[in-house]
């Protein structure tokens, strides 16, 4: 998944640097304070996102919030839903542990990152943002039962 991850910084104009290639690619030690969710089509693995419980690690601003993190779909695999379905899925997850809202961020000035959370029934929330590098926009929802 690290190759789709270097795409979607490629394509917000963005040079992966080898300390965010060294985070991404370990697992082993995001899974003590961390799940990830890995979508797989025709035997491989095409999309990921990680589900952070309330805790040191988690990067909600709000008390008690979860939050989804590293979001990514293979470029050959988009279109599809399949970002969709990960958020779907998380949140089910993050509802049947307990959770009652969910934090994100989304990078600053990337349309089509911000209209798929929209889509998904979260909202921009200025208190989230982060003014400085990376720049991100923070986006929020309030989990319920459907």
């Known amino acids: 998944m690290i190759d789709t991850f270097e795409h979607l910084y490629a394509s917000m104009g963005i040079e992966m640097s080898q300390a965010r290639r060294a985070y991404l690619s370990d697992q082993a030690a995001r899974r003590a304070f ?3 969710f890995l979508y797989e089509a025709n035997g491989e693995i095409v999309g990921t996102i990680t589900l ?9 601003w709000l008390d ?3 939050d989804l993190r590293l979001l990514a779909v293979d470029p050959r695999a988009q279109g599809h ?3 969709t379905a990960l958020i779907d899925f998380a949140e089910e ?3 049947a542990a307990g959770a009652t809202e969910i ?3 989304a ?10 959370y929209v ?3 979260y909202k921009a929330d200025p208190a989230g943002d982060l003014d400085g590098p990376p720049y991100q926009e923070g986006y929020r929802k309030r989990l319920s039962a459907q």
Do not use: D, F, V
């Open 93 to 95: 997850q993050a509802m």
């Open 34 to 36: 961390a799940t990830s």
């Open 107 to 116: 990078r600053r000035g990337i349309a089509r990152q911000a209209l798929l």
């Open 81 to 83: 839903g399949i970002a």
């Open 52 to 60: 952070t419980p309330p805790s040191p690690h988690c990067e909600a």
């Open 103 to 105: 934090c994100l961020h």
């Open 119 to 121: 889509s998904c029934g």
């Open 64 to 66: 008690g919030a979860w």
